[in-house]
Structures are given as structure tokens and as C-alpha cells.
């Protein structure tokens, strides 16, 4: 199904009745609340501050350690972290309604307001020219940060579209999921026009999103134990059905090109050849675990979270072979990670603690050849 700008109307009508369900209870609510809030965020910490780090968790036989890096702002809840060229972080802070940043040289932290008070942002991803993109969940929106000055820009999406949640960025347009009414959307980065797709019926919602060596987007399907491949010059979808129980959440593409999407039904990983569609799975490292956040790290290794204990798990897809970090407490409680950072370069994995008010920096043992 080709790719068009879609009107409520017109996504109502191409997705069935359980989309015009979806779609006019979001109207109702916003219908109740009047417009869409339009004061300013207040700034987090403008001019950034230097917190104490401190390391929570080291594994001397896995050379694996796990650094803490407190937000210097009460009630953060940090979502998604997502790493800049120069080396930096930034993040989104929902409960706050702010976008961070650190700088890993200094250890300084800074928060900036979104110009929409309580726009709950969510992801977050930077595109090839350096400018870093956030989902406005609660307010629907696309936002867009100038690094330099911290300038927000926000694009407004269609109204009923939905919420904007996790973000890929592909040959000069931001592509982003939207909960609760059955579509996928694209913003083309020159003219900030948004397009919507609908999904398959069944589907209520798409959550993650990846990139694939060939160009292809994958994303994650609820309502439907299934991912979807979609190819962005046809703008054609493709199901990938997974059994029956699946519920997948997290996808990820590795070097080889593999498609690994977390399970949090049947509690495993599993990895597609994105050419033929075959599956194989592996057993998570704890029992009903509800793994959520994956990604490919630099040491060949499936990063991916364990929220039933708070663990950061590393597979190794050759021999099955599984390292794990047990998340301590926090300075807040929550330990909740929904995505993984990749800075190949320095050999880490950057995560946000939902509700722990805290980044995580992981450092990785280096490759043999440093050794």
C-alpha cells in the first residue's frame, strides 16, 4: 500500500471500523480538552551542571562496568538516549517535559523545556547533518533540536494522527511510530511535511522502529504477533508473522544484517535473515524476564533489558552464551530502560533509567586485537 498524506477521515476509512473507534476516542479527548497546551516547557538546567558520577556495577571477568550519571533535576524520567557525533548525549525527559544533554568529557548535564508544556517526549534519534529529533508523545508532535543552539522547532502532527513514539531517520525523512491509531508516519527533514500510513487492521498500534542494511524499515506490530518490513520508496508493507504468544517490542538490526526483535510475550530473542524471513530464537537469561530494549553493540554481542530484575543482558548469537549487569538501586526508584545507545567508537552502550532519574554509560571490554 503506497504511502499518502492521510486525513482522519481518509486513515479511518483505509484501516476499518476498529481504527474509527481508536481515532474518535482520541478526538473525544481532545475535543474535552479544549486545544493543545501552548506554554513553554520550563528549562531543566540551561546552563548545564556537573554531576558526581559513581559506578554502580563492575563485572571483572566480563570487563563490563556500569557508571551512573544522576540527572541534576528532581521528578526526571529520562526515556530515550540517543548519541550525537561529536560524542555527546542527549535524551529526552517525559515527566519533565525537557530534552537533555551530556557531555561525557565533562560530566555536565543540561535540560531545555520544549516550547509545548507537557509534550511527554519520547524518542529520540540525529540525523546524518548533526540535528537530534524527539516524539512529542503527548502532544503530537515531531520535534526538532538545533545542537548548537538548543533552538526546538516543533512540527504539529495532522490532528487524530495519534502519539508519536519512537523514531528512524532514512535518506531525508524522520520516520516515527504512532500509538493507538493503526498508522506509521514520515516527516520529509526540507519541507516538514508529514504522511501517514495505515497499518494492517489488526494491528492497533506499531511501537519500535530499525533500518536494515538494504534500506528496508522494520517495525513492531501490537495486536498481531507479526513485524513489519516496509519499503520506503514503495512505501509497501510487508507482515512478517511470528507464532502464535509473540508480542514483540524492541528491534534491531546487527552487522550482519540480521533482525532481532524482543519477545516480551514469550520472554526470548529472536533473530530474521531479513532475505528469507526464517527465524531463530534463544531463551531469555531470566524466566518470564519482559524484555523490552535491543540493539547490536560493538562487541558482537544482542544487548537487550530484562525489566523483571532490572538486568542488562549481552547474548552472544554464536554460542548462545549469555553476560548479564544487575542494575542496582537507584537514586530514585524505577530502573526501567526502553532503548540502547551504541557508540561503537569508544566501545559503549548509553542507556536512560526511566523513573531513576539517571543515565547509564556501559563500558565494554575492548576487542581482542586492543587486548
Keep these: 500500500m503506497p504511502w499518502r498524506r492521510v486525513p482522519l477521515s481518509g486513515l479511518s476509512e483505509a484501516v476499518g471500523p476498529r481504527a474509527r473507534t481508536r481515532a474518535s476516542a482520541i478526538l473525544g479527548l481532545l475535543a474535552l480538552a479544549g486545544c493543545a497546551p501552548t506554554e513553554k516547557a520550563a528549562d531543566c538546567a540551561p546552563d548545564p551542571i556537573a554531576v558526581e558520577t559513581f559506578i554502580a556495577t563492575a563485572d571483572d571477568a566480563a570487563g563490563l562496568t556500569l557508571t551512573v550519571y544522576p540527572l541534576p533535576w528532581p521528578d526526571g524520567n529520562p526515556h ?71 533552538e526546538i522547532t516543533e512540527h504539529r502532527l495532522p490532528e487524530g494522527a495519534g502519539s508519536p513514539h519512537s523514531l528512524a531517520v532514512h535518506h531525508g525523512e524522520v520516520w516515527f511510530t504512532l500509538q493507538r491509531t493503526g498508522a506509521l508516519g ?39 504477533p507479526a513485524l513489519g518490513r516496509i519499503d520506503p520508496a514503495s512505501g509497501e508493507m510487508r507482515e512478517v508473522p511470528l507464532p502464535e504468544g509473540a508480542r514483540p517490542s524492541g528491534v534491531a538490526v546487527d552487522a550482519t544484517g540480521g533482525v532481532w526483535y524482543s519477545d516480551a510475550g514469550r520472554s526470548l530473542l529472536g533473530v530474521l535473515d531479513a532475505g528469507t524471513f526464517e527465524a531463530s530464537e534463544f531463551p531469555t537469561a531470566g524466566d518470564r524476564a519482559f524484555p523490552r530494549a535491543v540493539s ?18 549481552g547474548l552472544d548469537p554464536a554460542g548462545g552464551k549469555q553476560v548479564i549487569l544487575t542494575v542496582p538501586d537507584l537514586p530514585a526508584p524505577g530502573r526501567t530502560v526502553r532503548r540502547i545507545a551504541v557508540d561503537h567508537e569508544n566501545h559503549r552502550l548509553w542507556v536512560a533509567f526511566g523513573s531513576g532519574g539517571a543515565l547509564g554509560r556501559i563500558d565494554l571490554p575492548p576487542p581482542a586485537a586492543e587486548r
Design 80 to 150: 530515550d538516549p540517543a548519541l550525537a557525533g561529536d560524542g555527546a548525549i542527549w535524551f529526552t525527559d517525559s515527566w519533565t517535559s525537557c530534552v537533555g544533554r551530556l557531555d561525557p568529557e565533562t560530566d555536565r548535564i543540561g535540560g531545555w523545556g520544549t516550547p509545548t508544556a507537557g509534550s511527554d517526549p519520547h524518542g529520540m534519534t540525529e540525523d546524518p547533518d548533526g540535528t537530534v529529533w524527539y516524539a512529542g508523545t503527548g502532544a503530537g508532535i515531531i520535534g526538532r533540536v538545533h545542537p548548537e543552539t538548543v
Design 296 to 313: 547490536s553493540g560493538p562487541d558482537g554481542r544482542i544487548w537487550y533489558f530484562e525489566e523483571r530484575g532490572a538486568r542488562l543482558v
Design 186 to 224: 514520515r516527516l520529509d527533514r526540507t519541507t516538514g511535511d508529514i504522511s501517514l500510513h495505515p497499518l494492517p487492521e489488526e494491528a492497533s498500534s506499531a511501537y519500535d522502529l530499525a533500518v536494515d542494511s538494504a534500506g528496508h524499515l522494520w517495525t513492531t506490530l501490537s495486536g498481531i
